[in-house]
């Protein structure tokens, strides 16, 4: 299915050294920051988010209105939202789909046991380039307010996820849920094999890593004006550089995506808000 179409704009993008970074904006609207239209464009994506390649394919010979309420029992159906972390893994895996124009391999939420269960391992599994070029990119978010609780948390949450023990596991585990009609699934599948050395698929690998905070810069403006700009780009870079000053894992190639919010307490009740209406429909 087509993906929809871009609303994030990419203030910042760079590539080089281990860890290259996006600053992520939302942008403002009659004054207000999107809040509303970004919780309206995140419900776009659930499809492919939270069904199978196949019944993504569905959606376009069926009732879609059907499957878009699936995709929404799917995230969650829990009163208990406010502390949830879905949102954060449907923003990575909207940021990974926007900026590096990937492939979902896996939808994560679609195999949880129970529906308002939290879904363990890496948040998202998609590649990058095609069946030659493959890369796989294995994500963590944190949609947190707090940007240094975030950053202490993704590291320790990255390293724990990079030790052997726990990427042979969470490898089984990606391969039985891959959908063999996706055109990728016996290159995939290959790449995760437990004959293949570790060393290889680091060197086809990245962690996209998605942050999002309560931004003092967001909440100060009321429009994308020059002042915001630079405000913006350098809140972006100290948040990056305090990522970096972390203790990364060596050999391993990561990707951060900052997200700046106004407010997360009142983005989370207006996702709640719009999700629930898909589920009632």
């Not at 959606?59 to 949102?87: D, I, P, Q, W």
């Not at 990427?167 to 094999?193: G, V």
Request: hydrophobic share 40%; proline share 3%; net charge positive.
């Amino acid at each position: 299915m087509d993906k929809p179409n871009k609303f994030l704009e990419v203030r910042i993008h760079q590539l080089k050294g281990p860890c290259g970074y996006s600053g992520l904006c939302v942008g403002y609207e009659l004054g207000d920051w999107r809040a509303e239209q970004l919780a309206a464009h995140a419900m776009e994506w659930l499809p492919e988010f939270a069904l199978t390649a196949s019944e993504c394919e569905m959606l376009r010979h069926a009732n879609a209105v059907s499957f878009m309420r699936r995709a929404a029992h799917n995230v969650y159906t829990s009163a208990k939202f406010k502390n949830r972390g879905e949102f954060g893994e449907l923003f990575l895996h909207i940021a990974v789909r926007q900026v590096f124009e990937s492939l979902p391999a896996i939808s994560k939420i679609y195999y949880k046991s129970g529906t308002n269960e939290t879904v363990k391992g890496f948040d998202a599994v998609h590649i990058v380039g095609d069946k030659d070029s493959m890369e796989l990119w294995i994500g963590e978010a944190k949609f947190y307010k707090n940007i240094s609780q975030a950053i202490k948390d993704v590291v320790s949450e990255i390293h724990t996820h990079t030790k052997t023990d726990y990427l042979r596991t969470e490898f089984a585990l990606i391969t039985n849920k891959i959908d063999n009609s996706w055109p990728h699934a016996a290159a995939l599948k290959q790449l995760l094999d437990a004959n293949t050395s570790l060393d290889q698929v680091f060197k086809r690998a990245c962690i996209p890593v998605l942050l999002t905070y309560d931004s003092d810069v967001v909440r100060t403006f009321s429009e994308c004006n020059s002042s915001y700009e630079k405000g913006f780009k350098a809140e972006i870079a100290k948040h990056y550089k305090s990522f970096t000053t972390q203790k990364l894992p060596l050999g391993i190639r990561i990707h951060l995506f900052l997200l700046p919010l106004e407010e997360k307490k009142k983005l989370v009740a207006i996702l709640d808000r719009k999700l629930k209406q898909w589920q009632n429909l």
